[in-house]
């Protein structure tokens, strides 16, 4: 019926949510950010360790 009609603009408000009983927030978007962050970094350490280990093989087999 809205498609023919249109949103009703026009009337009572709907009451407000009671607020009182509802549970603290939870603010955990910096702690996944931290999460987040340290995988990526521990990653990166992880592929510079294998690079620089691959670049060692390889300097010692050419000097040998």
């Known amino acids: ?5 249109g ?3 026009e009337g ?11 549970r603290p927030a939870q603010y955990v978007f910096d702690s996944n950010v931290q999460l987040t ?3 990526m970094r521990a990653n990166e350490a992880r ?3 294998e690079k620089a280990a691959k670049a060692t ?3 010692e087999a ?3």
């Open 62 to 64: 050419s000097a040998a």
């Open 1 to 5: 019926m809205i498609a023919l009609r």
């Open 37 to 39: 962050l340290s995988q």
């Open 57 to 59: 093989v390889r300097a």
């Open 47 to 49: 592929e510079q360790a």
């Open 12 to 22: 009572p408000m709907a009451p407000e949510i009671p607020l009182d009983q509802a």
């Open 7 to 9: 949103v009703t603009t």
